[in-house]
């Protein structure tokens, strides 16, 4: 398969992720179906495309025909199979959860034509704790977007000791043809790059609120005037979801038994209470 060969691109989960990763490549002039079991996170996602892309031509960053074309090219359905049966490259931007995310790769292996390339966008699961579920284990890989993907340049592909040569390149050149600027891994390391670099920030900072030492509004405002970040740890907690920091660290803390691993006393309480950050509107920030 050559990166020409992919017309058509099939996007699971129309979540955080997922609903920009699908408008990304709609952009970029794929045709593109993103699938969720929740047609009420589809139409969340159908609405989303709707008011950016006017948006977007209103600030003069898109045309009035680049805006129309990648509305045609998007398409929302609640069938997996309707999206993934005439898939050249899959997606996956499901839930960070191993069991989901192994049926739903043995799923789409089903679905899904015999050359598909299947990706997963896990911030942290390497994709050999997924790829033996299916009978194409070469065609597996992470494609690891950023929040808000429309807007975070990087995408980092890992390459699994399963994973051809072949398909990560065609991952890496994908990335490319989206705009994006792509690392490739060659070995697989869980959280990878970026998310290790991250949680070790986000850790101290947490270490420090839970010690009572400054608020998190106040390490935030450390964090941006002293090192330059665009958000601080918190306020970027709420980006990407209060629920995912919970998930990922008990994961981690199951993998390493290190205590400073375990979700911190914080993130508990804010998992606990349901304020999981912009999605619920109130995390350690409240939104409109
Ligand atoms: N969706 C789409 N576009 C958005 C957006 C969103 N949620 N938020 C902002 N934008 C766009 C705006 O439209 C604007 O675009 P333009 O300049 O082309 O007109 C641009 O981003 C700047 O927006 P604003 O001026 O409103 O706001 P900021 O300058 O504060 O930028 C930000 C917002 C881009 C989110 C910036 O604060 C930032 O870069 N924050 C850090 C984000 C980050 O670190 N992401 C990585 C998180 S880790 C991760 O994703 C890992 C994963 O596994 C969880």
């Not at 952009?27 to 139409?43: E, H, K, P, R």
Request: with cysteine; proline share 4%; aromatic share 8%.
């Amino acid at each position: 398969m050559k990166l020409e060969d992919i017309k058509t691109i099939c996007v699971v989960g129309a979540g955080n992720m997922g609903h920009q990763i699908a408008l990304c490549c709609a952009l970029a002039g794929y045709n593109v179906t993103c699938t969720d079991i929740s047609q009420d996170m589809l139409d969340k996602a159908e609405a989303f495309a709707k008011s950016y892309l006017p948006e977007r031509v209103s600030k003069g960053k898109l045309t009035q025909e680049q805006a129309d074309s990648a509305l045609t090219k998007l398409k929302f359905t609640v069938s997996l199979e309707e999206a993934a049966g005439n898939a050249d490259f899959v997606i996956e931007a499901a839930v960070e959860k191993m069991d989901i995310k192994r049926k739903l790769f043995a799923d789409l292996d089903r679905i899904a034509p015999p050359q598909t390339i299947l990706v997963t966008n896990s911030s942290y699961i390497v994709s050999s704790e997924i790829a033996d579920v299916t009978k194409r284990p070469d065609k597996v890989c992470n494609m690891h977007f950023f929040n808000p993907a429309l807007v975070m340049k990087l995408v980092e592909v890992v390459q699994g000791p399963h994973t051809s040569a072949e398909t990560a390149q065609i991952t890496m050149d994908l990335s490319a043809k989206l705009g994006k600027t792509a690392v490739l891994l060659k070995k697989e390391i869980y959280g990878f790059l970026v998310n290790r670099i991250l949680s070790a920030l986000s850790q101290e900072a947490l270490f420090l609120a839970d010690m009572g030492i400054a608020t998190p509004q106040e390490i935030d405002l450390a964090v941006t005037n002293a090192l330059g970040h665009p958000m601080g740890p918190f306020r970027l907690m709420d980006l990407t979801g209060i629920d995912l920091a919970y998930y990922s660290s008990l994961e981690r803390y199951q993998r390493t038994r290190d205590p400073k691993d375990k979700p911190s006393p914080l993130v508990v309480e804010k998992f606990v209470k349901g304020e999981w950050g912009k999605k619920t509107k109130k995390g350690y920030y409240t939104y409109e």
